[in-house]
């Protein structure tokens, strides 16, 4: 069982380590703003511009950060939604990611306005796609080209998992 807790602005060097180009900081995370090259401060000032901005990291067993996930309200009233999911890259593999994003949904759905938990995941992301139909997240819809990155247009998939019965 892997628990969350808030990050801590020494963490987000950690987690910024992790993202090693372009495409992988895409990959992540998406629309939020961030630019290559990366580093803490765009993580800390990205919280920093809006509270409801939850970030979260889970410890590995050295105490270190292994993994990290943002919730925030979606725009969508009932929802809340899963971003920035991201595993240390010399720890994926051995179900981190799965108990990284269970452990998301706990806290997400403790909130008991929360109907249903929300994300967005490029389609070319097959193993994060994997992950979140095994924990139950549906595709709702697809959006073609819906980012840009370099000369490259990426599309996305928007799923969804409603509050579990
Ligand atoms: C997506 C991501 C979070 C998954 O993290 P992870 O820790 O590798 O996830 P898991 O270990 O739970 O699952 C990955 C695979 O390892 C397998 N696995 C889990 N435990 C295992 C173990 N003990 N031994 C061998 N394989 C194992 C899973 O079955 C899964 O297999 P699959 O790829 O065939 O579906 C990680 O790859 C990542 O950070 N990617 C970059 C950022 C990103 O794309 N984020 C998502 C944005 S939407």
Not at 10 to 18: F, G, I, L, N
Not at 76 to 98: I, Q
Request: glycine letters at 12%.
């Amino acid at each position: 069982m892997i628990s969350l807790r808030p990050l801590e602005p020494a963490d987000a060097a950690v987690v910024a380590s992790w993202i090693d180009g372009l495409d992988a900081l895409v990959l992540w995370s998406g629309k939020a703003g961030f630019t290559w090259p990366f580093d803490a401060g765009q993580l800390l000032a990205f919280r920093a511009a809006d509270p409801a901005r939850r970030l979260l990291v889970a410890d590995g067993p050295g105490g270190r950060p292994i993994g990290h996930v943002m919730l925030r309200p979606d725009a969508a009233p009932g929802a809340v939604r899963l971003g920035l999911v991201l595993v240390a890259p010399e720890a994926r593999g051995r179900g981190h990611g799965e108990a990284l994003v269970r452990a998301a949904l706990g806290a997400a759905f403790a909130d008991p306005g929360a109907a249903r938990v929300t994300l967005g995941v490029y389609a070319h992301n097959h193993g994060a796609r994997r992950l979140y139909e095994r924990l139950g997240f549906r595709e709702e819809a697809v959006h073609a080209d819906s980012v840009e990155v370099g000369e490259r247009r990426w599309t996305s998939v928007t799923m969804v998992l409603p509050r579990p019965r």
